[in-house]
């Protein structure tokens, strides 16, 4: 029987979750919630979606039918969102950054503790045929060991999107890392892994910056395995989107697409493996049909997804202390997991 879903929001992510599940024999778009009964029937109609117009939250994860639930909400609202549905046993995708400060982000890992559902969170990049080639690469030993890593968030969001009139705000933006750059963040523990110590700093870009916090970041990191790792993020830059990938192994490397391996006898350069970047351009780098598709899955086998809550918890963490190290000027070391 497909799953019954509930998507939170109207916005641009909430219309590719719409589609995903739509276009799913396995899921069914049971209804939207939104304070604008006629805009969602609109989007609704527009999509070629018959479906229920929710206008509260309460009332969605109060319904017996919905299954689950997906959470497009402005980040300051996702925990409060995310202990409710719990509560009520829905299962839960999270859209990044999964909130706002550390006291939310823990409430909720004791609501989904006390109340377990299938979880995932929204850092679709895992989910991107670049970033599922290289962690195959890595679980394989083309790299070994990665000692070394360092990822870039290069995007200029500005008034041309319609996310900046919120998310270039403090409140609801907080920082380049948690606005976008926990995708880079995520993406050094995902293919190097825990991070043990952050180390960051942050610069504002023009003087005329709409931005209430400085929209640019670098941070420092100590590895869990030995190694370093460098992210940064930039939300205005004279660059078109650019999301670099460069890991540096003991036995391989990888520069984006690109290999050198002793998986590969003889080699004189690296190899280009063609495949489609995060920065492609493509909809499949922000594939969020495959993100979907990982959830219905989880939730048949009754299994973990690819980034369920408590793997994005850590990336989390990890975020957090980067925006600490800026604020106080200070080295953060992080709890052991």
């Known amino acids: 029987m497909a799953k019954k879903f509930v998507v939170v929001g109207t916005g641009w992510v909430a219309g590719e979750y719409l589609k995903a599940i739509h276009n799913s024999p396995q899921a069914e778009v049971h209804g939207i919630v939104s304070r604008s009964r006629e805009h ?11 479906a229920r117009v929710y206008e509260s939250y309460e009332q969605a994860v109060r319904d017996s039918n919905v299954d689950a639930v997906v959470l497009c909400s402005t980040p300051d609202v996702r925990a409060e969102q995310v202990i409710s549905a719990a509560q009520h046993g829905k299962h839960i995708v999270i859209e990044k950054p999964l909130t ?29 045929p670049a970033f599922e080639t290289i962690k195959a690469l890595i679980d394989d030993d083309a790299l070994g060991r990665v000692f ?105 490397s990888i520069m984006n697409n690109h290999l050198f391996s002793h998986k590969l006898p003889g080699q004189t350069d690296y190899a280009t493996i063609p495949t489609i970047l995060p920065d492609s351009g493509d909809v499949s780098h922000h594939p969020f049909v495959h993100e979907i598709n990982d959830f219905l899955d989880a939730l048949n086998a009754q299994k973990k997804t690819r980034c369920d809550f408590f793997d994005a918890y850590k990336s989390m963490e990890v975020s957090f202390a980067i925006d600490e190290s800026i604020a106080t000027g200070k080295t953060v070391v992080l709890a052991p997991n």
Not at 40 to 50: P, W
Not at 160 to 171: P, T
């Open 148 to 252: 070394m890593a360092q990822i870039d968030y290069w995007h200029h969001i500005g008034p041309h999107y319609g996310q900046y009139s919120w998310s270039s705000k403090k409140a609801l933006g907080g920082s380049s890392i948690l606005s976008a750059g926990c995708h880079a963040v995520d993406a050094v523990r995902y293919f190097a892994g825990d991070v043990t110590e952050v180390t960051a700093y942050s610069c504002s870009t023009w003087s005329h910056s709409e931005y209430e916090f400085d929209p640019n970041a670098i941070a420092i990191m100590k590895l869990a395995n030995g190694g370093v790792a460098k992210v940064s993020s930039s939300l205005e830059c004279k660059t078109t989107y650019k999301f670099n990938i460069h890991l540096l192994g003991e036995k391989g």
């Open 100 to 128: 706002m400060d550390r006291k939310s982000l823990a409430d909720m890992a004791q609501a989904l503790e006390q109340h377990p559902v299938t979880t995932v969170a929204s850092f679709v990049l895992r989910w991107n």
């Open 40 to 50: 969602a029937k609109s989007r609704l109609t527009e999509l070629g979606i018959d």
